[in-house]
């Protein structure tokens, strides 16, 4: 498997900078016109990237996995 770095990233949403909690490449970043956060890198492999893309830190997995299952 290959490994990729993710970064954490901040979005401009009507002049304000909002932080998401999904991460992605820089490039992927670049695209949507977003900031990386310092000191966010994180390696992972490449299967644990979603078909669009982001990472899901493990923490927001299992929040994801508790409001589906309400």
Request: hydrophobic share 35%; charged share 30%.
């Amino acid at each position: 498997m290959r490994a990729v770095t993710v970064y954490g990233f901040l979005i401009n949403d009507q002049g304000k900078q909002i932080q998401i909690p999904s991460k992605r490449t820089i490039k992927d970043i670049e695209q949507l016109g977003g900031v990386v956060v310092a000191g966010s890198a994180e390696t992972v492999d490449e299967s644990e990237l979603r078909e669009d893309g982001r990472y899901l830190p493990k923490h927001e997995k299992v929040e994801a996995a508790d409001k589906a299952s309400h």
